[in-house]
Protein backbone atom coordinates (compact mmCIF):
# COMPACT_ATOMS: atom_id res chain seq x y z
CA UNK A 1 0.00 0.00 0.00
CA UNK A 2 2.95 2.48 1.10
CA UNK A 3 3.15 2.41 -3.25
CA UNK A 4 -0.32 3.50 -4.05
CA UNK A 5 -0.27 6.19 -1.17
CA UNK A 6 3.24 7.42 -2.75
CA UNK A 7 1.75 7.32 -6.27
CA UNK A 8 -1.44 8.48 -5.19
CA UNK A 9 0.17 11.75 -3.66
CA UNK A 10 2.26 12.48 -7.06
CA UNK A 11 -0.73 12.42 -8.91
CA UNK A 12 -2.29 15.30 -6.81
CA UNK A 13 0.73 17.23 -6.45
CA UNK A 14 0.85 17.01 -10.71
CA UNK A 15 -3.26 17.59 -10.42
CA UNK A 16 -2.61 20.84 -8.32
CA UNK A 17 0.01 21.83 -11.00
CA UNK A 18 -2.09 21.76 -13.67
CA UNK A 19 -5.04 23.71 -11.71
CA UNK A 20 -2.22 26.51 -10.75
CA UNK A 21 -1.31 26.88 -15.00
CA UNK A 22 -4.91 26.68 -15.45
CA UNK A 23 -5.26 29.76 -12.85
CA UNK A 24 -2.63 31.44 -14.56
CA UNK A 25 -3.44 31.15 -18.05
CA UNK A 26 -7.42 31.88 -17.22
CA UNK A 27 -6.02 35.46 -15.46
CA UNK A 28 -3.33 36.20 -18.39
CA UNK A 29 -6.31 35.43 -20.85
CA UNK A 30 -9.11 37.58 -19.20
CA UNK A 31 -6.63 40.70 -18.49
CA UNK A 32 -5.79 40.33 -22.42
CA UNK A 33 -8.79 40.25 -23.55
CA UNK A 34 -9.61 43.17 -20.97
CA UNK A 35 -6.51 45.30 -22.45
CA UNK A 36 -8.30 44.96 -26.14
CA UNK A 37 -8.81 48.64 -27.37
CA UNK A 38 -12.15 50.27 -28.34
CA UNK A 39 -14.37 48.40 -25.66
CA UNK A 40 -17.06 49.37 -23.92
CA UNK A 41 -15.77 51.43 -20.41
CA UNK A 42 -17.85 49.10 -18.28
CA UNK A 43 -16.40 45.30 -20.26
CA UNK A 44 -12.68 45.81 -19.22
CA UNK A 45 -13.62 46.36 -15.68
CA UNK A 46 -15.89 43.08 -15.62
CA UNK A 47 -13.38 41.11 -17.11
CA UNK A 48 -10.29 42.05 -15.35
CA UNK A 49 -12.69 41.24 -12.20
CA UNK A 50 -13.50 37.79 -13.51
CA UNK A 51 -9.99 37.21 -14.12
CA UNK A 52 -8.68 37.99 -11.11
CA UNK A 53 -11.67 35.93 -9.03
CA UNK A 54 -11.59 33.36 -11.68
CA UNK A 55 -7.71 32.72 -11.35
CA UNK A 56 -7.77 32.74 -7.42
CA UNK A 57 -10.13 30.48 -6.89
CA UNK A 58 -8.31 27.97 -9.18
CA UNK A 59 -4.90 29.05 -7.34
CA UNK A 60 -6.65 28.24 -4.13
CA UNK A 61 -7.29 25.06 -5.25
CA UNK A 62 -4.54 24.09 -7.31
CA UNK A 63 -2.34 25.21 -3.91
CA UNK A 64 -4.35 23.19 -1.54
CA UNK A 65 -4.28 20.21 -3.45
CA UNK A 66 -0.23 20.58 -3.86
CA UNK A 67 -0.22 20.67 -0.26
CA UNK A 68 -2.61 17.92 0.34
CA UNK A 69 -0.64 15.53 -1.88
CA UNK A 70 2.52 17.06 -0.23
CA UNK A 71 1.26 15.79 3.20
CA UNK A 72 0.36 12.60 2.19
CA UNK A 73 3.35 11.92 0.89
CA UNK A 74 5.19 12.69 4.23
CA UNK A 75 2.44 10.31 5.96
CA UNK A 76 0.86 12.77 7.73
CA UNK A 77 -2.48 11.67 9.04
CA UNK A 78 -3.99 15.82 8.17
CA UNK A 79 -2.80 14.59 4.25
CA UNK A 80 -4.47 11.88 4.65
CA UNK A 81 -8.07 13.61 5.91
CA UNK A 82 -7.58 16.27 3.43
CA UNK A 83 -6.69 13.88 0.42
CA UNK A 84 -10.23 12.25 0.90
CA UNK A 85 -11.99 15.19 1.28
CA UNK A 86 -10.34 16.08 -2.14
CA UNK A 87 -11.22 12.77 -3.53
CA UNK A 88 -14.84 13.28 -2.66
CA UNK A 89 -14.89 16.53 -4.72
CA UNK A 90 -13.06 15.42 -7.58
CA UNK A 91 -15.31 12.69 -8.31
CA UNK A 92 -17.10 16.11 -9.98
CA UNK A 93 -14.73 16.35 -12.69
CA UNK A 94 -15.32 14.16 -15.71
CA UNK A 95 -13.04 12.32 -16.60
CA UNK A 96 -9.52 12.57 -15.03
CA UNK A 97 -10.78 13.79 -11.64
CA UNK A 98 -13.22 10.68 -11.47
CA UNK A 99 -10.62 8.33 -11.78
CA UNK A 100 -8.04 10.05 -9.36
CA UNK A 101 -10.95 10.58 -6.75
CA UNK A 102 -11.91 7.13 -7.19
CA UNK A 103 -8.44 5.19 -7.13
CA UNK A 104 -8.08 7.90 -4.11
CA UNK A 105 -11.01 6.72 -1.80
CA UNK A 106 -10.14 2.85 -2.61
CA UNK A 107 -6.78 2.95 -1.21
CA UNK A 108 -7.16 5.44 1.70
CA UNK A 109 -10.17 3.65 2.88
CA UNK A 110 -8.16 0.39 2.66
CA UNK A 111 -7.47 -0.08 6.81
CA UNK A 112 -3.99 -1.10 5.81
CA UNK A 113 -3.47 2.09 4.57
CA UNK A 114 -5.09 3.85 7.81
CA UNK A 115 -2.88 1.44 9.74
CA UNK A 116 -0.02 3.07 7.87
CA UNK A 117 -1.31 6.33 8.65
CA UNK A 118 -2.00 5.90 12.68
CA UNK A 119 1.98 4.39 12.83
CA UNK A 120 3.53 1.59 14.51
CA UNK A 121 1.18 0.39 17.94
CA UNK A 122 2.92 1.41 21.31
CA UNK A 123 4.59 -1.02 22.96
CA UNK A 124 2.52 -2.46 25.84
CA UNK A 125 3.51 -1.55 29.55
CA UNK A 126 6.10 -3.40 31.16
CA UNK A 127 4.81 -5.95 34.13
CA UNK A 128 5.80 -4.69 37.48
CA UNK A 129 8.47 -6.25 39.11
Known amino acids: ?10 LWVVFGAFWLCLATFTLLVFLGVAMIPNVEDISPSILRLIGVVGGSFMAFVGLTQIIAGLG ?19 LLHVPFGTAL ?10 PE ?8 APAPPAPPK
Not at 1 to 10: R, W, Y
Not at 101 to 110: D, R, S
Request: aromatic share 10%; net charge positive.
Open 1 to 10: MKDHVKVIGI
Open 72 to 90: LLGHREWGRILVLVLGFLA
Open 101 to 110: GVYTLIVLFN
Open 113 to 120: TVRLFKGP
